[in-house]
């Protein structure tokens, strides 16, 4: 039927009006009210962000959580900060993105056979999130995980995405142990219900501006992505 609501995007409504975590929906609402220098023209989204992309996608990339100035400001994942400067033009390289730069969430950013998610959807101050605002979020990533019925390929950015999808396989019953699953940039495993997973370095500044990750090793990533999920 026209106009009609997908379960992906009922689900991404149901995530934007959450209000689970008052420091997280404090410090959001906070950082959207005061702004940064640089921002004092934006309206910030300031509410948790959703994830984007194709809802038959057989890649995903689980991100941590939004930034305080890029996704709390823009309303979409990755965009408007370093860490989506980083990301957009290899997704773009790999063939995954429309286009090699996101500045908002009305910007025509189109993804091709991948959807951007987190373990976190809202900002977190020192983008540190506790083990109880990890917990409480988690369902809506076992949610998403049950609509994405093409999903093949999971690229976790960061230790902490990492853990995170371990802590799905955990609730859902596929694994009794995280033994053997060790985080290493390039590392790859399959899950028992038969899901692909590679770990790489997030693309935070920290990582990116010291070298720790360099645009060729993420591009890699990104074309293991395609060939593990037989997009090539």
Same mark, same amino acid.
């Given at each position: 039927?026209?106009?009609?609501v997908s379960p992906l995007?009922?689900?991404?409504?149901?995530?934007?009006?959450?209000?689970?975590?008052?420091?997280?929906?404090?410090?959001?609402?906070?950082?959207?009210?005061?702004?940064r220098r640089a921002y004092?023209?934006?309206?910030?989204?300031?509410?948790?962000?959703?994830?984007?992309?194709?809802?038959?996608?057989?890649?995903?990339?689980?991100?941590?959580?939004?930034?305080?100035?890029?996704?709390?400001?823009?309303?979409?994942?990755?965009?408007?900060?370093?860490?989506?400067?980083?990301?957009?033009?290899?997704?773009?390289?790999?063939?995954?993105?429309?286009?090699?730069?996101?500045?908002?969430?009305?910007?025509?950013?189109?993804?091709?056979?991948?959807?951007?998610?987190?373990?976190?959807?809202?900002?977190?101050?020192?983008?540190?999130?506790?083990?109880?605002?990890?917990?409480?979020?988690?369902?809506?990533?076992?949610?998403?995980?049950?609509l994405l019925t093409e999903?093949?390929?999971?690229?976790?950015? %960061? @230790?902490?995405?990492?853990?995170?999808? &371990? #802590?799905?396989?955990? *609730?859902?019953?596929?694994? =009794?142990?995280?033994?053997?699953?060790?985080?290493?940039?390039?590392?790859?495993?399959?899950?028992?219900?038969?899901?692909?997973?590679?770990?790489?370095?997030?693309?935070?500044?920290?990582?990116?501006?010291? %070298? @720790?990750?360099?645009?060729?090793?993420? &591009? #890699?990533?990104?074309? *293991?992505?395609?060939?593990? =999920?037989?997009?090539?």
């Amino acid at each position: 039927m026209d106009g009609a609501v997908s379960p992906l995007e009922a689900l991404n409504a149901r995530i934007a009006a959450c209000e689970l975590c008052p420091r997280l929906r404090e410090y959001c609402a906070e950082v959207a009210r005061t702004r940064r220098r640089a921002y004092l023209d934006c309206e910030y989204w300031g509410r948790p962000v959703p994830s984007f992309g194709d809802e038959r996608a057989r890649v995903m990339v689980l991100g941590l959580a939004p930034g305080a100035h890029g996704s709390n400001r823009t309303g979409r994942m990755f965009t408007g900060d370093g860490s989506g400067d980083f990301l957009f033009p290899a997704l773009y390289e790999a063939g995954f993105a429309s286009q090699p730069k996101a500045v908002s969430r009305d910007d025509g950013m189109k993804l091709n056979g991948l959807w951007i998610g987190a373990v976190v959807r809202c900002a977190p101050p020192g983008n540190k999130p506790t083990p109880e605002e990890l917990r409480t979020c988690a369902p809506w990533l076992d949610e998403e995980l049950r609509l994405l019925t093409e999903l093949r390929v999971v690229v976790c950015l %960061g @230790k902490i995405a990492f853990d995170g999808l &371990l #802590a799905y396989a955990r *609730r859902s019953g596929q694994l =009794a142990s995280r033994t053997g699953f060790i985080f290493a940039h390039g590392a790859e495993f399959t899950l028992p219900a038969g899901l692909k997973v590679i770990a790489s370095y997030h693309p935070s500044l920290q990582n990116t501006n010291t %070298g @720790k990750l360099t645009r060729p090793m993420f &591009l #890699a990533i990104f074309k *293991r992505a395609r060939e593990m =999920a037989g997009l090539d």
